[in-house]
């Protein structure tokens, strides 16, 4: 397998207001793919947030394709041998349609940079991680979508003989598909991340490229993208086609609509402790002030 290029580095000796001035310039070109330092967006620090172990986020891991079992994700994923290079087709409306790897993908969407995000699964625990990655505009932008363009949909990889679960789970619509509104995807908050902990994204993480969306559950931040698409017509979802009145298209974190499995109200702490921490949940897990204007003539108890 040809050698990773490291997309998610540790911090360098400058400090992060230096580089967040110089940041563009800094990281320019190609540069960003040679292994220069990868700095935090202070914008974006969480400062007042405890920072979950990364032991902890690198082993209890959603990841079906390898595994139901929180725990047993990591082992598998571990000997997964990552594609390489790794490549993701670009299609659907838009004249830019066609295969990328993924450093053309992270050339065209960076620079890199460091965010810290709060990440609310649907099953109510949560963590506080530091993703290195780019904002998904920045490649869209590049990419120019067609105006009828509404929706930008997403695929994860599969294949079933490196990913034992999708045969185990013949009736789950495999492969793991995603979708976001365009005006979703655009939100400055929405990252594609490379990087986790300042290291490259783990494959129990979604190596080498997954979305993340920190005010929505868990499950829209798919992993391991394979295929962008921009489309007129709202993508299907796996969630959404396997159990419809238990993931609705949009999934905005909101602690007054119960899953009909799990209150919201509320989240367990992913600390690592026999008794974990409890604590509310936030409106769009935190991020109301910034996205709640997206949704502002949308019903959130029908659209969840
Ligand atoms: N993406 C794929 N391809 N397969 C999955 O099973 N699980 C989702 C999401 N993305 C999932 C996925 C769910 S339910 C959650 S909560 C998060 O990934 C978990 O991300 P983490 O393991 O990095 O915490």
Redesign the pocket.
């Given at each position: 397998m040809a050698k990773r290029t490291d997309w998610g580095l540790p911090h360098s000796a400058i400090t992060p207001e230096e580089v967040y001035l110089n940041r563009r310039k800094f990281m320019q070109g190609t540069a960003l793919l040679a292994a220069t330092a990868v700095l935090p967006n202070p914008e974006y620090a969480l400062k007042d947030a405890k920072l979950t172990k990364p032991e902890l986020?690198t082993s209890y891991?959603?990841?079906?394709?390898f595994s139901l079992e929180k725990g047993g994700v990591k082992p598998l994923a571990e000997k997964w041998k990552i594609p390489s290079p790794w490549k993701v087709e670009v299609t659907g409306l838009t004249d830019a349609k066609r295969s990328y790897t993924l450093e053309e993908l992270v050339g065209l969407g960076g620079p890199l940079e460091e965010r810290v995000y709060r990440?609310r699964?649907?099953e109510a625990w949560s963590m506080v991680v530091p993703w290195t990655g780019f904002p998904l505009y920045q490649l869209i932008t590049k990419l120019k979508p067609k105006k009828e363009a509404k929706y930008v949909a997403f695929t994860?990889y599969a294949n079933e003989k490196e990913m034992p679960n999708i045969k185990a789970q013949p009736h789950y619509p495999w492969p793991?598909t995603e979708g976001l509104r365009m005006d979703e995807a655009m939100h400055p908050l929405t990252l594609m991340a490379t990087g986790l902990y300042g290291k490259p994204l783990p494959g129990?993480?979604?190596a080498p490229m997954r979305l993340v969306v920190p005010w929505k559950y868990?499950?829209k931040?798919?992993?391991?993208v394979v295929k962008i698409e921009f489309s007129a017509e709202q993508p299907k979802t796996l969630w959404n086609q396997l159990a419809p009145d238990e993931y609705g298209f949009y999934a905005n974190v909101n602690p007054e609509v119960a899953h009909p499995r799990w209150s919201q109200a509320s989240e367990r702490v992913l600390d690592g402790k026999l008794f974990p921490t409890r604590i509310k949940t936030l409106k769009f897990n935190g991020y109301e002030k910034e996205v709640a204007g997206l949704y502002k003539d949308l019903d959130l108890k029908k659209n969840y």
């Open positions: 986020a891991n959603n990841f079906y394709e990440f699964c649907v994860s793991y129990q993480n979604g868990g499950f931040s798919i992993k391991s």
